[in-house]
Each structure stands twice: as C-alpha cells, then as structure tokens.
C-alpha cells in the first residue's frame, strides 16, 4: 500500500497569506496525485488532479506541483472560504490511499 | 447536471449485514470506473473499493476485503456495496464517487454520503 504523509496537520493562517501543504508518498505515484478540499459537513470538492491541474470551477489561486514522491498544493493568497480541509490521495493504481490531511485554520 | 445520490445507510449491529446504494445521474454511468469511499465521524478520508469502467476490475482496502462486495448494474446507473460481518470500527459516511475522465487522478463528483453506525 502507497502511503501519503501531510504535513503540517495544521496551518494556521490569514486572509490574504499564501499556503504551502505538503504531500509525500512512500513510493513514487508520478502525477497520479489530486488535492481536495472538504469543509464540515460537505463531501471533499477536487482541486487538482494529475498532480498541476485544476478541476473545472477551481480558482487560479489553487495550484499543484510535483511529481514522484513529493507534490505541493499552494493556495496564492486565502480567502475565507479557504479555510477547510485538505486531502491529498494517489491513484498511481487501482487501490487508491489518502493522506492524513491537512487542516488550514483562521490564525 | 452529474448527480450521485447514496441511500441504504443506517443503524446496524455488529455481525449484521447492509447494501448501499449509489444512484447516478447527469453522465454515461457505464464508462465511469466508481469507488466507495468512508469517513468515519471526525476522521480522515479512507478509500473502500472499486468497479472499474470495464468491469474487469474490482479491488478493495484490506480493511473490508473480504467482507464488503462492491457491484454495479449500467442498465440502472446504479453502483452497490454489499457490506457483511459489520464491525464497529466501520461506522463512517460512505460516499460513492466517479472517477475524473480523461484524466489519470482524481475523483471529480461525489455523493453526499450515507451515515452507516454499527453498534448493538
């Protein structure tokens, strides 16, 4: 099973500072990676796929990279509703994992 | 517009069995590979199964191999999992969702769940 470690487990943050969260695999998924975002009481909402890809409707200000091992999803300056949870999950093949995610908190 | 609606949860006790149903609508159903996804109360995202587009593939997390079986009928736009010998560690919301055509990753729709509580 490919493990996927986030960190930090939360980021504690402003309206308008940038967010850097992290994703790691323990073995290499290439770009078999999407990022989502979950708010309470809401299924998760894609953000990324294929590692740098935005899904239909996502702001620019959400972006992915990396590859291999190591990705990064970045939101360029928060708005209040971009505080949430985030996921990061690989499908390099059919037995999808998740990360532990990612909690980007108000400061 | 693409619509995925779960229904069959409820309150089970242990040993007991459960079918949840995922109702799909908005998109060809057939061409989707469709997973079963859980969240228990307060924790993170684990991944349950999958029926892939071609239905040559079913694969399922140790967790409820075994136990769970997961199905699907295209002519009804309806995906299933059929959970058996329920423990209580596998109370959680379960939501299915379609896999992102034409991209290698991602999960693009998603139900909004069924709540699944197993305890005596």
């Known amino acids: 099973e490919i493990v996927l470690t986030q960190s930090p487990a939360t980021l504690s943050l402003s309206p308008g500072e940038r967010a850097t969260l992290s994703c790691r695999a323990s073995q290499s998924v290439s770009s078999y990676l999407a990022w989502y975002q979950q708010k309470p009481g809401q299924a998760p909402r894609l953000l990324i796929y294929?590692?740098?890809n935005r899904a239909t409707g996502i702001p620019a200000r959400f972006s992915g990279s990396g590859s291999g091992t190591d990705f990064t999803l970045t939101i360029s300056s928060l708005e209040p509703e971009d505080f949430a949870l985030y996921y990061c999950?690989?499908?390099?093949?059919?037995?999808?994992?998740f990360g532990g995610g990612t909690k980007v908190e108000i400061k | 517009q693409v619509q995925l609606v779960e229904s069959g949860g409820g309150v089970v006790q242990p040993g007991r069995s459960l079918r949840l149903s995922c109702a799909a609508s908005g998109f060809t159903f057939s061409i989707h590979g469709m997973h079963w996804v859980r969240q228990a109360p307060g924790k993170g995202l684990e991944w349950v199964a999958v029926?892939?587009?071609?239905?040559?593939?079913?694969y399922y997390a140790d967790s409820v191999k075994g136990r769970f079986s997961i199905s699907r009928d295209n002519s009804k736009n309806k995906l299933y999992l059929q959970m058996n010998s329920l423990r209580g560690d596998d109370t959680a919301f379960y939501y299915c969702a379609k896999e992102n055509l034409g991209a290698a990753s991602g999960f693009d729709y998603w139900g909004q769940g069924t709540l699944v509580t197993v305890s005596s």
């Open positions: 029926f892939s587009d071609d239905g040559s593939n079913k």
């Open positions: 294929d590692a740098s």
């Open positions: 999950q690989q499908r390099r093949n059919w037995r999808v994992t």
